[in-house]
């Protein structure tokens, strides 16, 4: 090994005292790839056919969907995210060389980029792992070479935080591989910053904290101006999450996000205030004289709608949480029109359908101009809502939504594997692959 590198100690007599920490924080889960994703398994075979041999690591995370509290994260309110059962998986081996050896499935071959470089942005989505690392390496992370392998069942650019995952996933590894522990607030915090500084995208806190922090069968109430939460347990009659994937790809990149951010801000500095704590009783008429007076109401009221939300959901009031959906995307749509006609034609779908119908309500979901929308139906009624659905939006806009239901799930993990299948694929030099030493 050369000197370069740090050695990897004892990782298998750590593996006990890993395992029993909470899975939501990230920490070392053992005796085999435990989740069923099909991710995982895609993943694992992927690694193998690109190195012709197993992987030593794999580090999962799930996508999310925000209940309610949309645009929220950075005007210093209250979201309502869970994670979804769609995960992205990454498979890891620590190598002897100063590279990291990059693959996904979506790609013949693995892009490399050298430890001993200085990173700078591509301008593409391996943006969002690499400035992971260097954020690591930063703040005095002992680096070793990696090969590594990527699989996702997270739709990418449909508002479902496919970026938050890769971040939190290889945040994990790091953790594991370059010896620097985060508490798994810092860490959402060092993905966030990574957004910011490395990508260029100034997005809030709640992609990254409930990729993190998700516990299975809850919701994460997050309060995003002190970065305390609460876990708020599903009721066993909880609707099923419906999630509808208009195909329509936003890039907020390119700066509708940042702009709506901007004009929040103008609205407080006109106000005098650091922040919209405290400002639910604003009269209307200060209100209208702000720069941006629709985009302050939005704020407002989705505030206020997400603490009421919180309190239907604890009480199994499922109707009134439809209503308080239907009220959200009227104000996405009104007052922050971050819409597009197939998010509305989707939601004013699942209105007319109705409760009677099996539909509690539903809405946007995510930074918006696409994406997807999350509804709150009956489990029996899925089949018959999703099939009046994807006819209706195919006749008016020339194709179906993808539409999968979801619980919600729990949050990234990293596993050491044991013993593996041989699996029949020879490598793409045709090599058959060998199982790892102990």
């Known amino acids: 090994m050369h000197s370069w590198i740090k050695p990897i100690a004892n990782h298998g007599s750590d593996e006990g005292s890993h395992g029993s920490a909470p899975a939501q924080q990230g920490r070392v889960m053992t005796g085999g790839f435990g989740n069923q994703s099909q991710a995982l398994q895609r993943c694992v075979e992927g690694f193998i056919r690109q190195y012709g041999h197993e992987p030593e690591w794999l580090s999962h995370a799930p996508g999310r969907v925000n209940l309610i509290g949309e645009h929220i994260d950075y005007n210093d309110g209250w979201v309502l995210p869970t994670a979804i059962d769609r995960r992205l998986a990454m498979a890891a081996r620590v190598i002897d ?37 260097k954020a690591f390496l930063d703040r005095g992370a002992r680096p070793c070479g990696l090969e590594l392998s990527l699989a996702s069942d997270i739709p990418v650019g449909a508002g479902l935080s496919s970026s938050a995952a890769l971040e939190c996933s290889i945040a994990s590894l790091m953790e594991e591989l370059w010896e620097h522990r985060l508490d798994p607030v810092e860490k ?10 490395f990508v260029g995208m100034p997005c809030g806190i709640m992609d990254q904290s409930i990729v993190t922090l998700a516990k299975k069968n809850h919701f994460l109430l997050l309060d995003c101006m002190d970065r305390s939460h609460q876990h708020i347990a599903v009721p066993s009659n909880f609707p099923t999450l419906l999630i509808l994937d208009t195909k329509v790809k936003h890039a907020l990149v390119e700066g509708a996000y940042a702009r709506r951010r901007q004009e929040c801000h103008a609205c407080l500095e006109a106000l005098g205030r650091s922040s919209w704590r405290g400002a ?32 239907c959901l604890q009480k199994g009031a499922w109707e009134a949480l439809g209503d308080l959906l239907y009220q959200s995307h009227a104000s996405l749509r009104n007052d922050f029109e ?48 999703l099939g ?17 239901v979801s619980t919600p799930a729990s949050g990234c993990q990293i596993e050491r594997p044991g013993p593996l299948h041989r699996l029949d694929h020879p490598d793409r030099f045709g090599r058959t692959p060998r199982r790892l030493s102990p």
């Not at 004289?289 to 603490?307: C, G």
């Not at 009046?388 to 999968?404: C, E, I, K, T």
């Open 97 to 133: 060389r100063p590279e990291i050896l990059l693959h996904s499935e979506q790609q013949t071959h693995a892009r490399i980029f050298s430890l001993e470089d200085a990173w700078q942005p591509k301008g593409d989505w391996t943006d969002y792992l690499i400035g992971v690392m």
């Open 338 to 385: 971050v819409s597009c006609p197939e998010l509305d034609w989707l939601v004013e779908a699942l209105q007319s359908l109705g409760p009677s119908a099996g539909v509690w309500g539903g809405r946007m979901t995510g930074g918006g101009f696409g994406g997807c929308v999350v509804a709150l139906v009956e489990p029996l009624q899925v089949e018959r809502i």
């Open 280 to 311: 639910e009783d604003m009269a209307s008429t200060k209100l209208e004289s702000l720069p941006y007076p629709a985009r302050a109401r939005h704020v407002i009221s989705e505030m206020a709608r997400t603490l009421q939300a919180v309190d």
């Open 188 to 197: 959402v915090i060092l993905c966030q910053q990574v957004e910011h500084a």
């Open 388 to 404: 009046r659905l994807q006819s209706g939006f195919h006749a008016q806009f020339g194709h179906p939504p993808d539409g999968f």
